[in-house]
């Protein structure tokens, strides 16, 4: 079955610490891959997307991903956190010719100021 | 002006109410979503529609009605609430050919007591 999974459940780091972020797909086709984020209490907005082309993207605030198509993973990295980066993140992935973007299960960040 | 715009934002009735969800776009995207967010912020599509029809239904229960009036709107009826039904509902849009990035709307966080 398609699924996208991501490894880490709940991370707490300290400000000014690097950070990466787990996401592995299990599709074998063309995938188009995102990194969304969830601010307490907001809907969700993307961080970045990759579709073709460079496999390290860069995307809004800092945050960037590298596709790695051999490990079927497309990794989450910022190199210094701040606070407020506190807040839910979701990997998220859709097939060529599906119809839906199937999201893993997120992981919370926690930034201790 | 709001991309996609869910209404209410927040919900609380009673068992065995039916309620109904508002969602519109004006971002001229075909195909409109329903995600139900759990109580673990697990993120699961319940429907797509693409311009007006039903594409995806995952094997959401039949109290569940979604109804697109037009491609600018999907609006989420549920009928006979149950407890369990507590969750936060998302809407969203994208373009279907070019399987980009959907947009969310803001959420609407149902509490059934």
């Known amino acids: 079955a398609q699924s996208v999974s991501q490894h880490n459940h709940h991370v707490i780091l300290s400000e000014a610490a690097s950070l990466e972020l787990g996401c592995n797909y299990s599709?074998?086709?063309?995938?188009?891959l995102f990194w969304y984020v969830q601010y307490p209490g907001q809907h969700l907005q993307l961080l970045l997307k990759?579709?073709?082309?460079?496999?390290l993207v860069k995307g809004i605030k800092g945050f960037e991903a590298e596709f790695i198509k051999s490990k079927f993973s497309f990794n989450l990295r910022k190199p210094s956190v701040q606070w407020s980066d506190t807040a839910e993140y979701f990997c998220?992935?859709?097939?060529?010719?599906?119809?839906?973007?199937?999201f893993g299960q997120g992981t919370r960040l926690t930034i201790n100021p | 002006d709001t991309a996609v715009s869910q209404t209410p934002k927040y919900l609380v009735t009673q068992m065995g109410n039916d309620k109904s969800i508002k969602c519109e776009q004006n971002?001229?995207?075909?195909?409109m979503y329903w995600y139900k967010q759990d109580s673990k912020k697990f993120l699961k599509i319940m429907f797509s529609y693409n311009n007006k029809e039903l594409i995806i239904n995952e094997t959401v229960p039949n109290r569940f009605s979604p109804k697109s009036p037009d491609k600018a709107h999907l609006n989420l009826h549920i009928n006979s609430l149950e407890l369990g039904d507590s969750a936060v509902y998302f809407c969203?849009?994208?373009?279907?050919?070019?399987?980009?990035?959907?947009?969310f709307g803001q959420g609407t966080r149902l509490t059934v007591v």
């Open positions: 990759y579709f073709s082309g460079d496999p």
């Open positions: 998220a992935a859709i097939i060529k010719g599906a119809q839906k973007l199937v």
């Open positions: 969203a849009s994208s373009h279907e050919q070019t399987r980009d990035e959907a947009f």
């Open positions: 971002l001229g995207h075909d195909t």
């Open positions: 599709y074998g086709g063309t995938v188009n």
